[in-house]
């Protein structure tokens, strides 16, 4: 993607001049004459970086940059200017200049310092998103042989380059999260920012500010000015996990800023620009959602432009043992214990167990064996499966609905907890706001 520079100078010639070197070397860039119409450039443009000489009829850079860093406090600023001293430059680099040069300035040398400022920028966001996301391992989303994972790994391939949003669907604990990471690794925007997340049990108003941000004042304890996740994502990805739990009031905002590639924060009067890719991601059928009223169809068609179906691991067997003796490999490593193995016994208790959680209740089984197992391998009674029927079990009542397996099963594992839902959400392999909206619909009391 290219950076944006904002040149702000009042000689026309000189500006143009400058325009037209940093064009010729790749970059986007916006031209202003005053303080004000650079503020208004910036609020409008969203530079990665501004270059600003000195002196300007209506005021000085020094003036100027406040203004500008109220609404960006990570843009950086280069102050150009004839007249330079040692305490100007001092003042300028304590007020948040990043750097004071004198003029004349060869291009060629402050293309170079504009290079690294932008890098540095660039680095500094996806620093950010990585501290608002949750860690996740770099794992293969489609390792298995099974038709079902080469079907979608063929799929996801081929949507790769396109920048329409993706819906991934699929149950609680499939993959989805890694999916979209492969996504956005593997695409043009691999070098910007990946933003995570979750709408599962977000309120309205932490989602809305999560998001979109807020200005200072904007509400009670908006004590400054919060940058939303749509702006740090901003030409790179945002991946929004549960999507069908985001409430109805936010779903209209979200739709807008989706479809003008321009948002509001919170309080503020003026629209940010973006750049974003979406993915999307659910465990829900959104399309009872629309149909029940909860979930808008505007907003559904806008992210439905390219399905990817992720199959739940019970409909690929043959993918359950190189799975786990994957991530076995993956933590066996990291304790240190390179003999841990997993025993014939253990391989047959894994392909007969359903797994209800998918890929992350193997995940956890697995971790939790080779943390806790005493020997370097592991036999059926280290792994602890929970105790539902498996595939041969001749006792299991075909008669019910997976609704009500489902109820029982969630029933069953509360009991075993003593009702504490956390622990449950663990054992079955769901995030605890998945699991309490199980419960609801199912009528499960947990008092």
């Known amino acids: 993607m290219k950076a944006r520079i904002l040149v702000v100078e009042d000689d026309v010639a000189v500006r143009e001049a400058v325009l037209r070197y940093l064009k010729r070397h790749d970059y986007e860039v916006v031209g202003a004459g005053t303080c004000d119409e650079a503020e208004r450039a910036a609020l409008d443009t969203r ?12 005021g000085t850079a020094l003036d100027l940059l406040p203004r500008v860093k109220a609404a960006d406090s990570s843009l950086p600023f280069v102050i150009l200017t004839g007249h330079g001293s040692v305490e100007l430059a001092v003042r300028a680099i304590k007020e948040g200049a990043d750097q004071f040069l004198t003029k004349p300035v060869e291009l060629a040398a402050l293309l170079l310092i504009l ?13 950010r998103a990585r501290q608002v996301v949750q860690e996740r391992d770099d794992a293969d989303p489609f390792l298995g042989a ?20 993706i819906l991934i669907r699929g ?27 979750n709408c599962a049990g977000l309120s309205r108003e932490f989602l809305e500010t999560e998001l979109f941000g807020h200005e200072k004042g904007a509400f009670t ?53 973006i750049d974003v890719r979406l993915i999307a991601a659910t465990h829900q059928d959104l399309e009872s959602l629309v149909e029940r009223g909860s979930f808008r169809s505007d907003l559904f068609y806008r992210i439905n432009t390219l399905p990817l179906d992720i199959p739940p691991l019970r409909e690929r067997g043959e993918d359950i043992l190189p799975l786990a003796h994957h ?19 253990a391989d047959a208790a894994l392909l007969e167990y359903r797994w209800p959680g998918n890929i992350r209740e193997l995940r956890n089984l697995l971790e939790r064996a080779a943390l806790l197992g ?33 109820r029982r099963m969630i029933e069953a594992v509360l009991r075993e907890e003593g009702g504490r839902v956390e622990t449950t959400a663990k054992r079955l392999g769901l995030h605890r706001s998945s699991l309490y909206d199980k419960i609801r619909r199912h009528g499960i009391s947990i008092s």
């Not at 290079?115 to 620093?127: A, K, N, P, S, T």
């Not at 990471?181 to 995570?196: C, I, M, S, T």
């Not at 991530?327 to 016994?345: E, I, M, Q, V, Y």
Request: net charge neutral.
């Open 221 to 273: 304890g908006a004590a400054g000015v919060k940058t939303g996740l749509l702006e740090v994502a901003d030409r790179g990805t945002v991946f929004l996990d549960e999507i069908g739990d985001v409430d109805q009031q936010v779903q209209p905002k979200l739709l807008k800023a989706l479809e003008e590639r321009r948002f509001r924060r919170m309080g503020g009067i003026r629209d940010i620009q």
């Open 374 to 406: 005493a020997h370097n391998r592991i036999e059926p009674s280290d792994l602890g499966l929970p105790g539902t029927a498996p595939r041969s079990d001749t006792t299991l009542n075909t008669r019910l609905t997976l609704r009500e397996m489902e």
């Open 115 to 127: 290079e690294r400022l932008i890098d540095g920028r660039r680095r500094q966001r996806m620093e």
């Open 146 to 165: 099974s038709q079902a994972i080469q079907r979608l790994a063929e799929r996801a391939r081929r949507v790769l380059g396109s920048d329409s949003p």
């Open 171 to 197: 149950e609680t604990g499939t993959g989805k999260g890694v999916l979209a990471r492969w996504l956005h690794d593997n695409g043009p925007r691999a070098k910007e920012a990946f933003v995570d997340v």
């Open 47 to 58: 530079p990665d970086l501004a270059v600003v000489d000195y002196a300007l009829p209506d």
């Open 327 to 345: 991530l076995l490999n993956a933590f066996a490593a990291h304790l240190g214990r390179k003999d841990l193995t997993l025993s014939g016994a």
